[in-house]
């Protein structure tokens, strides 16, 4: 990714996460590691930038892309339909698998907001202290306890990310 595009992504994460005790560069990072240098087809397709799942309780639309997930210690991968469904119900029907079903969101900045809300709605997320965290690194500590991805070795992936890209979060309002 580009330094042009993670200031801009940071500039825009700084609006989203204002007042929520949520560190724009959490954000990015997050962005980066889980949308890809390039941006991942869920990203582009969807504004799905942090791979948030359409859970039971999503009521907007969805789209099927293929994941890799790690269950029960083993890595697996499910196909998805590549389509996008009215509704998660709609996706089911047409017999995509639930472990494939991602939200979609109308454009970037609903997609940092989304971002922000599920953190801010799910408990798990309060409990494991990602809004007590007092930088960026304890934050993604937190998001790996809370159980944001399968993946052991997240913490380690997000801290990578963030030290490679850190020189770019910062931007100043004209």
């Known amino acids: 990714m580009s330094p042009e595009q993670v200031r801009e992504f940071y500039k825009f994460a700084t609006m989203a996460t204002a007042g929520t005790k949520l560190f724009p560069a959490t954000l990015v990072t997050q962005l980066i590691l889980e949308s890809g240098p390039n941006l991942s087809g869920l990203a582009r397709r969807a504004n799905n930038y942090f791979g948030i799942k359409a859970g039971t309780a999503w009521t907007g639309p969805v789209i099927s892309m293929t994941t890799a997930e790690v269950i029960n210690g083993k890595r697996q991968v499910f196909q998805g339909t590549g389509k996008i469904y009215n509704s998660r119900r709609e996706a089911l029907e047409d017999k995509a ?9 109308a454009n970037t900045t609903e997609g940092f907001k989304g971002w922000v809300s599920f953190l801010q709605n799910n408990r798990r997320y309060t409990d494991a202290g990602v809004f007590s965290a007092t930088n960026p690194i304890e934050q993604f500590a937190a ?24 020189q770019f979060f910062f931007w100043r309002q004209p």
């Open 97 to 105: 698998n639930f472990q494939t079903l991602f939200r979609v969101y």
């Open 143 to 166: 998001l790996a306890r809370a159980g944001y991805a399968t993946d052991t070795r997240y913490l380690a992936k997000l801290t990578a990310v963030y030290n490679k890209y850190k």
